[in-house]
């Protein structure tokens, strides 16, 4: 089992930007396509952003052109870059494996995930 760390969120003003970095250990990385999710309070958990072994990215429609995922395989690590954050991005943002493009389920297990909040 691939035990998942994020870490990189905070407090931000609309229009800033923000880092989150995903630590994976207990397995082999560098095989697996990963996903970065969030959920916000009431809401359903969605899929943003993922990225395979080979380095291919997918995003959710709200996110493109503002967020880049992106892996170190050297260091077990994915990265999130977001910029141009609005108040809709306001949410918990987790790592996992997603099982398809569509994000409705996973491979892995949840960790403590990392608080992102957009506000004035």
């Known amino acids: 089992q691939v035990q998942l760390v994020e870490s990189g969120g905070g407090l931000v003003q609309p229009g800033g930007s923000l880092r989150l970095s995903c630590a994976a250990s207990?397995?082999?990385?560098?095989?697996?396509?990963m996903g970065w999710f969030r959920q916000a309070p009431g809401k359903q958990r969605e899929l943003v952003a993922s990225?395979?072994?080979?380095?291919?990215?997918n995003y959710a429609d709200s996110v493109k052109g503002r967020f880049t995922i992106s892996r170190d395989n050297a260091k077990n690590t994915v990265y999130l870059q977001m910029n141009s954050l609005t108040p809709e991005d306001t949410a918990v943002y987790y790592c996992?494996?997603?099982?398809?493009?569509?994000?409705?389920?996973?491979?892995?297990?949840w960790g403590q995930g990392t608080q992102v909040t957009v506000s004035s």
């Open positions: 996992n494996r997603p099982s398809d493009p569509s994000g409705r389920f996973v491979l892995g297990s």
């Open positions: 207990g397995s082999i990385f560098s095989i697996y396509t």
């Open positions: 990225i395979t072994s080979g380095g291919n990215t």
